[in-house]
Antibody, heavy 113, light 107 residues
Framework: EVQLQQSGPELQRPGASVKLSCKAS????????MYWVKQRPKQGLELIGR????????DYVEKFKNKATLTADTSSNTAYMQLSSLTSEDTATYFC??????WGQGVMVTVSS | DIQMTQSPSSMSASLGDTVTITCLAS??????LSWYQQKPGKSPKLMIY???NLEDGVPSRFSGSRSGSDYSLTINSLGYDDEGIYHC?????????FGSGTKLEIK
């Protein structure tokens, strides 16, 4: 059974960075891109980017290029997303997604002073 | 980027009703369109892919259709469990994009 287990909720100060994790199981980690999606409260879904765990190549949506950094660790089958210089605009739930069928449970990031 | 214009943004319907949600693509996306249902505090659940194909386990009350650049999700015989937010999603071209969502309330 494919599972994507994300890390727990985060409360961060403005200007800080945070690293979120997504541990994959039930399939061969390197065979599928991992996507990351942002959902602000009461709003729609936005693609942040994707990583190919096979070679760690990445593609970012333009608006997230200086905000998110995607990495992957094949030894632990875990994908990571680091968000930098946090502002209130980064307060959202973040999902990891495999092949647009399997979603992590989401992690809520709250940025507040 | 491909824009997906979804309507309505919210709607209220009664048990047993039939409702339709639509997404208009700003350019050709073929049939590379999926629909998700999202419940509060949960991740989106794939309902329809390839514009018209029902995901395994999804009730046949749900159906997807296409007319040109207009894509529709129709739900027949509404039940309370159908309440939630529905998102369309184009996966024809990167960056993949979503509609703004439709909140469906069951009266």
């Amino acid at each position: 059974e494919v599972q994507l287990q994300q890390s727990g909720p985060e409360l961060q100060r403005p200007g800080a960075s945070v690293k979120l994790s997504c541990k994959a199981s039930g399939y061969t980690f390197t065979e599928y891109y991992m996507y990351w999606v942002k959902q602000r409260p009461k709003q729609g879904l936005e693609l942040i980017g994707r990583i190919d765990p096979e070679d760690c190549s990445t593609d970012y949506v333009e608006k997230f290029k200086n905000k998110a950094t995607l990495t992957a660790d094949t030894s632990s089958n875990t994908a990571y997303m680091q968000l930098s210089s946090l502002t209130s605009e980064d307060t959202a739930t973040y999902f990891c997604v495999r092949s647009w069928e399997y979603w992590g449970q989401g992690v809520m990031v709250t940025v507040s002073s | 980027d491909i824009q997906m214009t979804q309507s309505p943004s919210s709607m209220s319907a009664s048990l047993g009703d039939t409702v339709t949600i639509t997404c208009l693509a700003s350019q050709d996306i073929g049939n590379y369109l999926s629909w998700y249902q999202q419940k509060p505090g949960k991740s989106p659940k794939l309902m329809i892919y390839g514009a018209t194909n029902l995901e395994d386990g999804v009730p046949s009350r749900f159906s997807g259709s296409r007319s040109g650049s207009d894509y529709s999700l129709t739900i027949n015989s509404l039940g309370y469990d159908d309440e939630g937010i529905y998102h369309c999603h184009q996966y024809y071209e990167y960056p993949l994009t979503f509609g703004s969502g439709t909140k469906l309330e069951i009266k």
